[in-house]
């Protein structure tokens, strides 16, 4: 009886294991497939040169540099922005105040508006209103509203977190809240607020949509933040869309593009667990 | 109600039994003339429309271990976070009353908060050290208040450490992080932190509730080794740790919601011969 059942066919478990077993199916698939058609022709020089014949052959040493300073100009405007308001929300505003209420709908609101819809306002704010016309600042900028709700939602999340033990222990020490805040608080909260960077740094390096209209189509190198770059993503969306011949080079973009997410992401875990190792926390996420 | 509470609490009390009613008039101050740290006048405490603490007024004495005694809800916590105005911290808590500290009420808004709390430590009941290394919690309130000469921050970390037992057993891993010590060692670590400013007098909120028979021992130990420098006052919920380290007791109750204050004295006085009914009636146990 009991060797019948250790092998008897358990429906339940098959369920169970049908979910998992085909979301990694279809991860590896799509990875599978991208590094079956791209892999070939990766090399280093693929990374440093400058596209040629309109990205078919070449590499795509520009438009690494265009991609990472539109992420590095959306989270330095991002990032400090998020803090304060997540700061605000968690920390000075009464939680259930109307005034944060309205300020939360709103970023829940904004974090589900598609990402078209950002590259047109990108587009018509920042380009056209302001004069930025088509440039990495425009891009920055418009991804950095793009993933401003998620980030000051998670930061706020993470600063929520925090036992209020620790602010009654740093009240109970004569710090002042400010200090409280500094030296306490957002340390405690660091390894949650390095979650919303990742998950912004995430979104916004395979952002294509909202860079369409604002950062522009130019594969050459950028010369400053007011000249136009092609991101990653765009480029990738071009060569697939708008160059005949051109999809074995969308596929070895693609992989750098894999690449670099999974390095953001790999970095951004060591970090936080190397945080949370000199905190005391058991590393975890 | 007290009826209530005796008869299901114990058994034992015929259910005709009648507790004295609670005196109403603020509980006699005894040794008015003794040097007080706290003179505590008509203090009330509410939280928007719900009162937990009416007319206590009583003195807490300088050097010495003042030990409040009383059921849980009776508002000892709170009363204990006004004498460093922790209460400011707490969301819709409201203070009134007069809590003088010498000839300054620590209630007017010309008192530093920030410099009381470093004159008045408080310590939680349970252990709170930020999880952070053992250093890094000591250092923090010394760079908050000031002190910033490295060999002073190094000097003060030790004795505070020392003052409290922690030394031999963490000097050599003062980089480690707090939340890998024992929960007495976070506890004794908590009082370190607060010893590290130097201050005047200790608010300690249960300290030992969270905590083992052996560490509640050290830390009574330690109690015992600071009434030399400290004023020390002290929640318990143990009648046998306020016997023990308590020079003073006062007991707070509860009536109709609110805590008050129904008798103070020298600990002995208290405990042999208490001049309240409900305070004979608590300390034998016979109501709780």
Redesign the interface.
Known sequence: MIERSRFRFDGHLLLVWAAPLTITAIFVWIVGGVLLHGLDQLSWSYLVEAPRRAGRQGGIGPILVSTLLIVSVCLAVAIPLALGAALLLAEFV?RRSTGARIVRLSLDVLAGVPSIVFGLFGSAFFCSLLGLRFSILSGGLTLACMILPVLIRTIEQSLRGV?N????????????RT?AIV??LL??AAPGVLVGVLLGVGRAVAETAALIFTSGYVDRMPSSVLDSGRALSVHIFDLSLNVPGGDAAAYRASIVLLLLLMLINGGMLCIHSLLKR????SAQI | MYTQLAETRHGHLGPNLEFPEPPCRPARIDGQARDLLWRVSDLGVHYGRKTVLSSVSIGLPKGKVTAIIGPSGCGKSTFLCCL?R?SD?M?GCCVEGRIMIGSQDIRSPSVD??????RI??I?Q?P?P????IRRNLE??LK??GVRDAAEIGRRIESSLVAVGLWSEVKDRLN?????LSGGQQQRL?IA??LV?EPEALLMDEPCSALDPIATGVIEDLIHSLRQRLTIVMVTHNLNQAKRVGDEVALFWCRDGFGYLVETGPAQRVFEAPQDELTKLYISGRIC
């Open positions: 009464p036992p033990a620790y602010r009654m222990g740093a009240a109970a020490l004569g710090l002042t200090r030296t306490v340390p405690v000199v905190m005391g926390i | 460093n922790l911290s969301e908060d920030i410099a009381l709390r470093r430590g408080y939680f349970k709170n930020f999880p952070m290394s923090l309130p908050a208040h480690a992080s707090a939340l890998h908590c932190r607060a400013l």
